[in-house]
């Protein structure tokens, strides 16, 4: 489970790598910022669809058994995108690697001490 869940993490940093500069460029523009909030509504999209995504697919883990169904899988969604979110922001507004490890070394380690929590005990 590791490593498709490290999947998910390293395209959760790639995806976060170009949404955060849109984002950004969105927010500077109140009209611009509620033109795109419409259009999102109306396309039925928007980013908070990633979690909907990998929400079904820690579902489907649980039915396996490979992840503990006492969880709340939007709530294991949210604790393994979120730390990509945070690091792909920092690595824009420092203009590196924000802390002292590789990007694949930052993913092994947040995926392995969150699989630690969704064994099954």
Do not use: C
């Amino acid at each position: 489970m590791d490593a498709s869940l490290q999947k998910i993490a390293l395209a959760a940093i790639r995806y976060n790598e170009q949404f955060i500069p849109l984002a950004v460029s969105l927010f500077a523009d109140s009209e611009l910022i509620e033109r795109h909030r419409t259009w999102m509504q109306e396309q039925n999209t928007g980013p908070q669809r990633i979690y909907e995504r990998v929400t079904t697919y820690i579902e489907a883990e649980q039915q396996q058994g490979r992840i503990a169904d006492s969880l709340d899988a939007f709530s294991v969604s949210s604790l393994l995108l979120g730390p990509y979110f945070q690091y792909a922001f920092l690595r824009y507004f420092i203009g590196g690697e924000p802390f002292q490890l590789t990007k694949a070394q930052f993913v092994v380690d947040m995926v392995s001490t969150l699989t630690k929590g969704l064994e099954q005990s």
